[in-house]
């Protein structure tokens, strides 16, 4: 069983500054003590083939998981990372992916704003669809409001 969620946001920032963001190791430091209790840089800079490895807090349901960096585009502001172990591989997840995306906002000819979508896209065993119900948006709406707040305050 395949399924995918998204969400979208328009930031008040430009692009550029947002990708400086969601594009590197930044987004990491930004929710660490927020989100997750710590992230550990297991392999890499933060480019393609990056690893990771989180601590979450004890209410995200994991205690730990790992995930790694299968594309990191510059050029059209696209990083995508997958768990690699643990999380929700350990209940009957073939694919956990998450893609950020920064585009120029369309209505804003300024360039002062951006608009930042994340997909996440999952694929879980049959014998274990029941727990496709534990996919939300949560995570993702939790990152972008500190994201946004991160950007907005960095002036």
Known sequence: MFGTLSEETEVKVPASKAWALYGTLELGKAVTGKLVEAIEVVEGDGGAGTILRFALKPESGFSRYSEKFTKVD??????????VEGGYLDIGFTLYRIRFEVKENPNDDTGASCIVKLTIEYEVKEEAAANASLITNEPIIGIMSIANKHLLKSG
């Open 74 to 83: 510059n050029e059209n502001k696209v990083k995508e990372a997958e768990v």
